[in-house]
C-alpha cells in the first residue's frame, strides 16, 4: 500500500463526522479536479498533490481545533521532513480566510488551491452552500443583508451569513482568483452557472416567475 493509499484510508473516517459539504466525496470531487489539472502540469509532484488533498480540511478550523488530525496523519505516514513541510505549506495556503489567503508559493499549491475552490462553484458549489447553511442553521438568504468586500479572517469566520450572501463574498470571486491555466478553464462554465442560478433564485423569490 502506497502512502496515498495509507492516506486515505487514516483520513475517511475524520471526513464522516463533518456535514455534507465536507464529506469524503468533496475529498473525491477535489482529487478529481487536481488530477485533471495535473495532466496539464507536468512538472508538478503528483504524490504530494494527492497527500495534500486528502488531508487539505482533516483540520478545518470549522469542524476542529488546532492541527492535530493534520499533525497526526502525517506523522504515521512516515514522510521526510521536507515532505511534510511542504504538504503544510500547500494546506495553509488552500483556504480563502475572507479574502485574507496565504501565497500559493508552489506549484503544488496551485494545483490544490484551484482544485478545491473548483469543487466550492458550479452546481456543486451551490449545493455545499446550502448543504452547510442547513447544517448551521442559517437562512437561506437575507434581503437585508449586505456583502462584505473587506474583512479579516475572524470577521470572515465568525459572521454566520446566510447562504446566498455567502455567494457574494466568496464563490463569485473565486474564478478570478484561479491560478492554473486548467482551473481558470475549468472555473467559467461553473461561475457561469452559479450566476445564472442566482437570477433565478431573484426572480422566484420576487414573484416574478
Known sequence: MNKVEQCEQFVKSIYEQFDASHDFQHIERVM????????????????????????????????TTGK????????QLELTQEQV??????????????????EAKSLEAKIVRDADRLDAIGAVGIARTFAFGGAKGRKLYDVKEESRQQ???????????????HF????????????????????????QFMVDFLQQLKLEREGKL
Not at 151 to 165: D, G, L, P, Q
Request: aromatic residues 4%.
Open 32 to 63: 478529481m479536479n487536481a488530477k485533471a489539472i495535473l495532466k496539464t502540469e507536468l512538472s508538478a509532484n503528483e504524490e504530494l498533490v494527492q497527500l495534500a488533498v486528502l488531508l487539505h480540511d482533516v483540520s478545518d478550523p470549522k469542524y
Open 68 to 75: 492535530e488530525n493534520e499533525i497526526t496523519i502525517l506523522n
Open 85 to 102: 513541510k511542504q504538504i503544510q505549506e500547500i494546506i495553509a495556503s488552500v483556504s480563502f480566510r475572507g479574502g485574507n489567503e496565504l
Open 151 to 165: 474583512m479579516t479572517e475572524e470577521e470572515y469566520r465568525k459572521k454566520e451569513t446566510a447562504s446566498v450572501t
Open 168 to 191: 457574494y463574498e466568496k464563490l463569485l470571486l473565486l474564478k478570478d482568483l484561479m491560478i492554473t491555466a486548467k482551473g481558470k478553464q475549468m472555473a467559467e462554465e461553473r461561475h
